[in-house]
């Protein structure tokens, strides 16, 4: 399996920003969907976007508008820029290979620690 590392994390105000930096353990040229999660305390893991091998891009309704990923195959690095903040982004983000584009398409590649991200005044 892949592996990833995240890193990025941390806190910030509501209306803040922050860049969330995933290494992977092999290129991600060959790896044809990327993908970032997050998971709130108590809350279940969810899909925030996707990214294809080609540029492809979607998603989630929660951050569409304020997030936007992307990807350096060169470096095997995938990003998620987060701008305008929310207290209800705060959570644990991750990165993950996936099955494919669509958000119903599982993880393929190991679990990481992920990073914290801390939304609050």
């Known amino acids: 399996q892949v592996q990833f590392v995240e890193s990025g994390g941390g806190s910030v105000q509501p209306g803040g920003s922050l860049r969330l930096s995933c290494v992977a353990s092999?290129?991600?040229?060959?790896?044809?969907?990327m993908g970032w999660y997050r998971q709130a305390p108590g809350k279940q893991r969810e899909l925030l976007a996707s990214?294809?091998?080609?540029?492809?891009?979607n998603y989630a309704d929660s951050v569409k508008g304020r997030f936007t990923i992307s990807r350096d195959g060169a470096k095997n690095i995938i990003y998620l820029q987060m701008n305008s903040l929310k207290p209800e982004d705060t959570a644990v983000y991750y990165c993950?290979?996936?099955?494919?584009?669509?958000?119903?398409?599982?993880?393929?590649?190991?679990w990481g620690q992920g990073t914290q991200v801390t939304v609050s005044s």
């Open positions: 993950n290979s996936r099955a494919g584009f669509r958000f119903g398409s599982p993880p393929t590649g190991s």
């Open positions: 092999e290129t991600i040229s060959s790896i044809y969907v």
């Open positions: 990214i294809t091998s080609f540029g492809n891009i």
